[in-house]
């Protein structure tokens, strides 16, 4: 059975985990057995629960105890459920976008790079993509448009930090992830997938041209916001790619960019 805690004051020492804990104090690299995240609104909560992370604590407007918290509550047993009314949580940033509900969780360990791509033909690279919100909105296309696998470089936004798995409305945790060792594209060639630059450039492909199709396994490389991606990682891919665009337009945002890139280079039917 669930202990539910009512908290009067923000103050509280039960809320550190969910207001005065950073992305980087809960990833805790020192001692990964011990790393967390927060999930925020129920959706997020269940398709966390649903890919097997273990719940640590939760927090929720008393009001949601019977109401939207329910189904969460009847699933998870021996947690700490702390609880308040709605003026004490408006103190928390950002909790009016939850839906009123938080649960802290226990990180899993993230696999190698060869074991994620095993039987994978098309992968997605995120090249130092630091806005989280981007990586989670890039992650929830891959995922709903049929790429099999997200890999991020060093320097890239944390799936699992709270604002990117927010925007991923939890695909963060339905399709497969992890991060390279480093920047460089040899993991990815040395295993047998051809390389594609998403960059602006004159003497790259069309994304629709036919010799992409023709491809086993494709790693579609995705750059940061502003500068996207470097001379040398353009250079190092088999492939340069941009989408045709009208009306002026010369670029789109790396999120949008991704859909469009998804979907025409998916091996899905």
């Not at 998403?198 to 490389?221: H, T």
């Amino acid at each position: 059975m669930n202990k539910i805690t009512e908290i009067t004051d923000f103050c509280s020492s039960e809320l550190d985990v969910y207001a005065r804990l950073s992305e980087v104090q809960l990833l805790n690299r020192r001692n990964p057995e011990n790393a967390m995240f927060i999930a925020e609104s129920p959706k997020v909560i269940e398709r966390a629960l649903d890919a097997g992370y273990e719940p640590v604590s939760c927090l929720m407007e008393k009001r949601h105890i019977d109401g939207e918290g329910r189904p969460i509550l009847e699933r998870i047993d021996n947690v700490s459920v702390f609880c308040a009314e709605a003026d004490v949580l408006a103190q928390l940033t950002g909790f009016n976008l939850t839906r009123g509900m938080l649960c802290a969780m226990k990180r899993k360990p993230l696999p190698d790079v060869k074991t994620l791509c095993e039987n994978k033909k098309r992968i997605v690279v995120l090249d130092k993509v630091m806005n989280p919100t981007n990586v989670g909105a890039i992650i929830r296309s891959a995922a709903a448009l049929g790429m099999d696998a997200v890999l991020l470089t060093p320097g890239s936004s944390d799936p699992l930090y709270r604002r990117a798995a927010r925007v991923s409305m939890g695909t963060v945790f339905q399709i497969e992830w992890t991060f390279l060792t480093d920047d460089s594209l040899d993991e990815i060639k040395a295993l047998g997938f051809k390389t594609v630059a998403m960059a602006l450039k004159d003497d790259s492909l069309s994304i629709n041209d036919p010799v992409l199709a023709k491809e086993e396994k494709l790693a579609v490389i995705m750059g940061t916001e502003g500068d996207g991606l470097s001379d040398k990682t353009i250079s190092d891919c088999d492939f340069t790619v941009k989408i045709p665009m009208y009306h002026g337009v010369d670029s789109l945002n790396v999120a949008a960019a991704s859909a469009v890139a998804f979907y025409q280079l998916s091996s899905k039917e």
